[in-house]
């Protein structure tokens, strides 16, 4: 389907365990986003890539980490996780740094 | 403080309403976004503007550069308006990289029929 998804819409991990979240999108966008949203911070920027294997850090970067071989995923690693951790991931993209960002549907992360 | 503050962070409507949401940023953007994020947590783009008003159905986006404002409003609300909205700036120059969202904390709208 077209679009962009995100997998697993709902994972609980043990501390210390690697997790991988999933993006996948079928626009050709070039730029793709993670955030994450908690109660009381709203929607935080994690890391962000502008195109194939080039990403750069946002405002909370610490203990994740991505990857972007090919321009329709964007894979986002959390090496060690932690329970500060426990937020729901979006995963975005759109055209350009100052287009419109489509939004994946979120995936629940529990870090037990 | 906070770079985005929305106002209200609740807000309860009854059906028929007329709507503000408020934003204002202390940061220098090139573009406010406004989304909703629906009760089943999906986000949807609204409206992206970087200057004087945009208009699609009963939404209605406008923005004040020099204030460092922009409001949302709706029209004849209706139950199904119900959402979190969230506005976001697209802040200019960051760290020298792109493409910068800052969100507010979002406003959770309620219409009552």
């Known amino acids: 389907d077209a679009g962009i998804t995100q997998s697993p819409r709902y994972k609980i991990t043990e501390t210390g365990r690697q997790v991988t979240l999933m993006c996948h999108q079928t626009?050709?966008?070039?730029?793709m986003f993670w955030y994450r949203q908690d109660l009381g911070h709203g929607l935080r920027l994690i890391y962000y890539?502008?195109?194939?294997?080039?990403?750069d850090k946002g405002e909370v970067p610490d203990g994740y980490v991505v990857s972007r071989s090919k321009t329709e995923n964007f894979p986002l690693t959390l090496e060690s996780a932690t329970r500060s951790q426990t937020s729901v991931y979006f995963c975005?993209?759109?055209?350009?740094?100052?287009?419109?960002?489509?939004f994946g549907p979120g995936t629940r992360l529990t870090v037990t | 403080k906070n770079e985005v503050e929305q106002s209200p962070q609740n807000l309860t409507a009854q059906e028929g309403e007329f709507i503000t949401i408020n934003c204002s940023y202390s940061?220098?953007?090139?573009?406010l976004h406004w989304l909703q994020q629906h009760p089943g947590g999906g986000i949807v783009s609204l409206f992206m503007?970087?200057?004087g008003k945009k208009k699609h159905g009963r939404l209605i986006a406008t923005i004040n550069i020099q204030e460092k404002h922009s409001s949302l409003h709706i029209t004849a609300s209706h139950p199904r308006d119900s959402a979190v909205y969230i506005c976001?700036?697209?802040?200019?120059?960051?760290?020298?990289?792109?493409?910068?969202?800052?969100f507010g904390k979002g406003t959770k709208l309620s219409v009552k029929p």
């Open positions: 975005a993209s759109s055209d350009g740094p100052y287009y419109e960002q489509y």
């Open positions: 626009w050709s966008h070039s730029y």
């Open positions: 890539s502008a195109a194939a294997d080039i990403t």
């Open positions: 940061v220098g953007i090139s573009a």
């Open positions: 503007l970087s200057s």
């Open positions: 976001a700036a697209l802040q200019l120059n960051y760290g020298g990289s792109q493409g910068n969202l800052i």
